[in-house]
């Protein structure tokens, strides 16, 4: 299945450092015993996402992600704030001051993020975060939750 890994900072990046760890990050989620099709990879100033193992149901729009399906009339999924289409997906969009990351309403593809002052990150595998951040804080109460959920 695919992943997408979607990393928006408050300033530009610059170099070239950024796009490799990305790229490395989704060549990791490629089950190993399997082959999988080379990593897509997006950059413009302070956004990059990459795409592990894309297949023909995933559309990208500039900085706008679609993986999935959506049933019915085409849409403007691509909009921010548009109005959530119908189907089973993950959308990831933004412009120049927000980003938006929707769900089917079932949630039948799980979005995970995370925040702080500096960098927003979304993606479908929390895998891929924990490896963007370098870092994983161990905490008793939310494992349970974590391992029922996709990795």
């Keep these: 299945m695919s992943k997408v890994l979607y990393v928006c900072s408050r300033k530009p990046f610059t170099g070239s450092k950024i796009e490799a760890k990305v790229q490395?990050?989704?060549e990791d989620l490629n089950a190993g015993n399997l082959e999988s099709k080379p990593s897509i990879l997006y950059h413009e100033k302070n956004i990059v996402y990459g795409i592990s193992n894309p297949t023909s149901t995933i559309r990208t729009k500039g900085?706008?992600?679609?993986?999935?399906k959506i049933f019915?009339?085409?849409?403007?999924?691509?909009?921010?704030?548009?109005?959530?289409?119908?189907g089973n997906f993950v959308i990831l969009r933004s412009n120049d001051n927000n980003v938006e990351l929707v769900t089917d309403y079932l949630g039948t593809r799980?979005?995970?993020?995370?925040?702080?002052?500096?960098?927003f990150i979304g993606s479908t595998s929390q895998k891929a975060i924990i490896q963007y951040l370098e870092s994983f804080e161990f905490q008793d109460r939310i494992i349970p939750w974590m391992l029922s959920t996709a990795l």
Excluded: H, M, Q
């Design 63 to 68: 900085l706008n992600v679609l993986l999935g």
């Design 72 to 86: 019915g009339e085409e849409t403007k999924w691509f909009d921010l704030l548009a109005e959530s289409p119908d």
């Design 110 to 119: 799980s979005i995970w993020y995370y925040f702080d002052e500096e960098i």
């Design 24 to 26: 490395r990050i989704c």
